[in-house]
């Protein structure tokens, strides 16, 4: 639950005493992680691996942030969409970490959804997390979100789809393909009916997960996420 | 700024394979310290890397290279115990994330950390291992014996490759007990106490070394049997300005054979 998974965080930040951009860089690499095992390099449509990345203004935007680096480290072609972007100076050195990396920031996002289609093989949904209120009401996001479920490429969600309630999930938001939830699946989790789902909580705690009943999977390996 | 309409940089094909013959000629170059420094430096101050993101992905390559010479079910000892020495730098900080991530992966770590720095990074590191009931030693194991019976590997986090000079203690006598062991040592980035370019002969002699970003001119002493290449943030523009010629990782490996 929302209650839940932010309690979740403060304990690590507060008693574990993570680091914010530490957690944050953790998350990142998990989803491109997951983003690679979802749509493997040699399994692209598209003559170039690109992947469209939609960042947000708060905490999961700075995921997808991180997200993007990691997957331009594997060999990915990300592109970034990031309008409204944090004024956080935390956040602010992930930016420059992908511009400093040639990952192109667009300027607009194209309410053409074909031009969407025709150019990338996948969209990452950094859009919004599970701290957002429930709802696509602010700017920019609802325009996003808006043209986000019409395109007909596959979406992966980081941690929550964007527009969905965190617990209730979402009469007629958008569908995502791959959901990758962080740390644990949010309640809204229930209501995915994409392709695949992975957990990305290897890094949790095991005192965490007892105190908070989340009955991880086995991750095979040295493996930071498992598909569910 | 991109256009949506043609995505992507331009990148001959560099990054989809072709580039292998170029490659394969040129081996990786081994930077001096100073090099190796000025690298460091850049993806701070250029590239706005924060240490701490840094520390979390070099200790992950740590953790993952040691699971893959040395997985838990080769271990003679009942447990998977391995010893983490970390020293009372940035080479500890990546011992304390290597550590961390080893109890993940099923080892039984216990940390020995004589010299903290003052810093909320290193706190919180520690912290993190010590919530996750890693034990943290009161003193250094006192015979070499002791160590070969309790644990199965040790991981050698003392010095990097900044260290110049001479070794203060504690960190004397604790080389000195290391370079008695029979079991493996697995050395950070440096096998301590071995001059950055140069080695040391009579010093450490680790049987693996994860060498983070890119070895180091000291790598090419090196004669254990597991050499790894770790840390896989290296923008291509920093490593073609510092002519690495780093081999490619495999896959979304975070850690690399060579």
Not at chain 1, 115 to 134: F, M, R
Not at chain 1, 163 to 192: H, N, T, Y
Not at chain 1, 197 to 206: D, E, N, Q, S, T
Not at chain 2, 19 to 26: D, S
Request: with cysteine.
């Amino acid at each position: 639950s929302k209650a839940e998974a932010e309690a979740i965080e403060k304990e690590l930040l507060e008693d574990y005493r993570f680091g914010r951009q530490q957690l944050i860089e953790i998350w990142g690499h998990a989803c491109a992680m997951a983003i690679t095992k979802a749509f493997p390099l040699p399994s692209l449509p598209r003559k170039q691996p690109t992947v469209l990345v939609v960042c947000g203004p708060a905490q999961n935007g700075a995921i997808g942030l991180v997200c993007a680096r990691h997957l331009r480290i594997f060999d990915y072609e990300p592109t970034i969409f990031y309008p409204k972007r944090s004024l956080d100076p935390l956040y602010r050195d992930f930016t420059t970490q992908c511009e400093k990396m040639d990952i192109p920031f667009l300027s607009y996002l194209p309410t053409e959804v074909q031009l969407i289609n025709d150019a990338y093989n996948a969209v990452v949904d950094a859009v919004l997390g599970a701290e957002a209120e429930a709802g696509e009401g602010r700017e920019p996001c609802a325009a996003i979100l808006a043209t986000l479920k019409h395109v007909r490429i596959p979406i992966v969600s980081l941690d929550v789809p964007s527009g969905w309630d965190v617990e209730a999930g979402s009469s007629g938001g958008i569908s995502p393909d791959v959901l990758v939830s962080l740390s644990a699946p949010k309640q809204c989790a229930r209501r995915f009916l994409g392709r695949q789902h992975f957990v990305a909580g290897r890094f949790l705690p095991y005192d965490v997960q007892k105190k908070f009943e989340l009955n991880p999977p086995e991750y095979p390996g040295t493996e930071c996420v498992v598909a569910l | 700024r991109g256009d949506p309409s043609c995505p992507g940089p331009r990148r001959a094909g560099a990054r989809l394979g072709f580039e292998a013959p170029r490659a394969a000629i040129l081996p990786p170059s081994f930077p001096r310290q100073e090099e190796a420094q000025a690298i460091d430096q850049e993806l701070f101050t250029e590239y706005k890397f924060s240490v701490d993101q840094l520390m979390e992905l070099a200790g992950l390559s740590c953790a993952t290279a040691i699971a893959k010479a040395y997985p838990p079910s080769s271990f003679t000892t009942s447990q998977p115990a391995v010893l983490v020495v970390c020293g009372p730098g940035n080479n500890g900080g990546d011992g304390l994330v290597c550590a961390r991530h080893l109890k993940m992966f099923g080892y039984e770590p216990t940390v020995y950390y004589p010299k903290r720095p003052n810093k909320p990074l290193f706190e919180g590191l520690t912290t993190q291992c010590q919530k996750m009931d890693i034990p943290f030693l009161p003193e250094f194991p006192a015979e070499a014996a002791l160590i070969d019976e309790l644990y199965g590997l040790v991981v050698d986090a003392i010095f990097g490759f900044s260290f110049t000079g001479a070794v203060r203690e504690p960190f004397g006598s604790i080389l000195g007990t290391l370079e008695r062991i029979t079991v493996p040592i697995a050395s950070i980035d440096i096998p301590s106490g071995w001059d950055v370019e140069k080695g040391k002969a009579d010093g450490l002699q680790p049987d693996m070394l994860i060498s983070l970003t890119a070895p180091k001119k000291a790598a090419m002493h090196f004669a254990g049997r597991y050499h790894f290449l770790g840390g896989r943030f290296v923008p291509a523009a920093l490593q073609k300005k510092y002519a690495l010629n780093l081999p490619p990782y495999p896959e979304t490996d975070c850690v690399l054979q060579l």
